[in-house]
Nanobody, 115 residues
Framework: QVRLVESGGGLVRPGGSLRLSCEVS????????AGWYRQAPGHERERVAW???????TYADSVKGRFTISRDNAKNAIYLEMNTLKPEDTGVYHC?????????WGQGTQITVSS
């Protein structure tokens, strides 16, 4: 069973930056898709950034220009660089990887953007 462990969350002031990491227990070189989702209190989980096998990236409009997703196949890791954070970016961020017919999720890491 594939395991994903996110890290890098925390409390940050508006305008600040954070870098999230997602360590995957299996090789991700064949992963067709990897993404970051977030869930804010009282809201449904939304996809904020995703990356394909050829490193093509797509972002939600709300984070475009501020967030950058990347993958390191050698380290079996997915990253999310977040800049110019806003209070509305607050939530639990989950990593997701699609490997073959399997979809795996991490437990999530909390990000709170507040002054």
């Amino acid at each position: 069973q594939v395991r994903l462990v996110e890290s890098g969350g925390g409390l940050v002031r508006p305008g600040g930056s954070l870098r999230l990491s997602c360590e995957v227990s299996e090789s991700i070189s064949a992963a067709s898709f990897a993404g970051w989702y977030r869930q804010a209190p009282g809201h449904e989980r939304e996809r904020v950034a995703w990356i394909g096998r050829a490193d093509s990236t797509t972002y939600a409009d709300s984070v475009k220009g501020r967030f950058t997703i990347s993958r390191d196949n050698a380290k079996n890791a997915i990253y999310l660089e977040m800049n110019t954070l806003k209070p509305e970016d607050t939530g639990v961020y989950h990593c997701n990887v699609v490997l073959g017919m399997s979809t795996a999720w991490g437990q999530g890491t909390q990000i709170t953007v507040s002054s």
